[in-house]
């Protein structure tokens, strides 16, 4: 038998902390379509059942045509299961009219749905531990949980995974973290975040996707399947020993030589820059444009002011930045100050 394990889809997402209103748009309709590219792989890989554990939605009250698309795509796949676990984000989203193939699982307590050999417990609540009755040793068991790890016995809000150790699990379909990542839960069986199938943030980079489970008798195997439309990229650049802005646009483009041009890419500007050498992060991004989905670039170097240097530096220049670094103002207004001071000392003109 083969299962998918999904979570933390988020669709309906506004998407706009990054992008123009106008992408936001176009990435708010890629992950709704990523939604049905995934059941279509369900479909036409013999795939019956589709664990989502949480966040199938960013909100509880999600715009009607984006609830009515995934609730058609499900409803015209009858020959699969969608077992579905609210999350948090998603928390109290009920459909009032749900497809007859969209399962959930109780509040307070473990349900389950059973295939064959394989059984499926589930329940909205971290803390019900205890609740979980005894699984057989003679079936596979699935349990699926959406919250985050934590190491607290008290912390009923958390997944403590020793409460879930020894107790005939196979596989913990777990929901929350929006990165894959499979360990051993004990002798017998392992935990696994599926993460978020499609990235829509500068905080959820590299490879997305899913994991797909296959059972044979009773064991159980679990692969991580690839399958975002667009990856996300942070892309760190250190400027820290070149001299000019050609120099940056240089180290920047081959940095992100490679990169898809379907990517959303976020360029880093780090290390150690000269007060007087010129460096204007909206330029490199104008070279970038049109090379990737999304581009930006951000400034994030420091200017190099060695103290040793400026004690002896008798100049304007000198009494201008030590001037500027006793004002008590935050580190990076005071850069910001020094490097425009600067550049009106060296006679360039000051557009900013």
């Known amino acids: 038998m083969k299962l998918i394990h999904t979570a933390d889809l988020h669709l ?12 936001a748009a176009t990435r708010r309709k890629e992950l709704l379509l ?7 792989y369900a479909q036409e890989n013999g795939v019956p059942v589709i664990l989502i554990a949480g966040d199938l939605f960013d909100t509880p009250h999600p715009a009607p045509d984006a609830e009515s698309y995934v609730l058609g795509v499900i409803a015209a796949h009858p020959q699969i299961d969608f077992l579905v676990l609210t999350g948090n984000h998603g928390g109290s989203y009920r459909p009032l009219d749900p497809p007859a193939n969209y399962h959930t699982f109780p509040a307070r307590s473990f349900s389950s749905y059973g295939y064959g050999n394989v059984v499926i417990y589930g329940c909205e609540d971290c803390g019900a531990f205890a609740a ?12 699926m949980l959406h919250g985050a790890l934590t190491d607290s016995t008290t912390d009923l809000a958390g997944i403590n995974l020793k409460f879930y150790q020894n107790r005939n699990i196979d596989y913990l379909a777990l929901g929350h973290y929006h990165a894959y990542r499979k360990e051993q839960l004990d002798t017998r069986g392992v935990w696994c975040y599926s993460g978020t199938p499609e990235g829509r943030g500068f905080d959820e980079t590299g490879e997305k996707g899913f994991v797909l489970i296959e059972t044979a008798e009773k064991k159980l195997s679990s692969v991580f399947i690839p ?15 070149l001299f000019s802005q050609k120099d940056i646009e240089q180290a920047v483009t081959a940095a992100v030589r490679g990169i898809p041009a379907n990517d ?10 000269e007060a007087d050498m010129h460096k204007d992060a909206g330029q490199i991004a104008m070279r970038l444009e049109g090379q990737f989905f999304f581009v930006t670039v951000e400034d994030k170097s420091n200017l190099s002011l060695r103290q040793e240097e400026l004690e002896h530096d008798v100049s304007l220049r000198g009494e201008f930045v030590r001037t500027v670094m006793r004002s008590g103002l935050p580190r990076e207004v005071q850069e910001r100050i020094i490097q425009c001071g600067i550049r009106a000392l060296n006679g360039e003109e000051i557009l900013e």
């Open 12 to 23: 309906d997402s506004v998407l706009e902390a990054n992008l123009d209103p106008t992408l």
């Open 34 to 40: 990523s939604f049905d590219r995934m059941v279509t």
């Open 132 to 143: 979980l009755p005894p699984l057989s040793p003679d079936t596979v068991n699935i349990v």
């Open 227 to 241: 399958f975002a439309k667009r990856t996300i990229h942070q892309v760190t650049v250190d400027i820290s020993r």
């Open 264 to 273: 959303l890419v976020r360029v880093t500007l780090r290390g150690y820059a």
